[in-house]
């Protein structure tokens, strides 16, 4: 059995294979291609992890969000385009999404109007900007929602 690690920033992949009660070398065997130097060197940073090994990972690890980590935080497109999802409560989520939701009901007609003729002008930016931010507040709670259930369904709490 290997050594526990005491170094006090780890990364979210070392986090998450300790949670699992997995050492490196254990991570290793049951990951099958993907070696415990190849995954010391992915946990400190000398080497960024590829696509395939963080699916691995997240499936050994049963550790849905380093998926969202690795395209939000590592990948050049995700960082861009895939805004961080952080495992919260379910009623965190629902009522989270549900103030969105409502929020958003006062805002369909102004959207309505400010998309109608197909061009949005200068001075239904503003407006058209708040929208799009809390558009942007619901997509993050089905985000939450969506990573909840993987997690629930991995842990059993829940069956497809």
């Known amino acids: 059995m290997g050594r526990k690690s005491t170094k006090e920033n780890k990364n979210m992949y070392q986090t998450s294979r300790e949670a699992a009660n997995l050492t490196r070398e254990g ?11 190849r995954i010391e060197k992915i946990e400190s940073g000398k080497s960024l992890p590829h696509p395939d090994e963080i699916l691995a990972m997240a499936d050994c ?28 409560e379910l009623s965190q989520i629902t009522l989270e999404m549900l103030a969105s939701l409502n929020s958003m009901e006062k805002e ?5 109007e400010i998309t109608v003729d197909g061009a949005i002008t ?17 997509s993050q709670a089905i985000g939450s929602l969506q990573l909840w259930v993987q997690k629930a369904i991995i842990d059993g709490k829940i069956s497809r």
């Open 108 to 112: 369909k007609s102004r959207l309505i």
């Open 61 to 88: 690890y049963k550790n849905p969000s380093l998926c969202n980590y690795y395209c939000s935080h590592e990948c050049p497109i995700g960082q861009q385009y895939v805004p961080e999802v952080k495992i919260k």
């Open 27 to 37: 991570a290793a065997e049951l990951l099958t291609y993907i070696s415990s130097d």
């Open 122 to 138: 200068e001075d239904e930016m503003k407006d058209f900007e708040q929208i799009q931010e809390k558009l942007s507040q619901i």
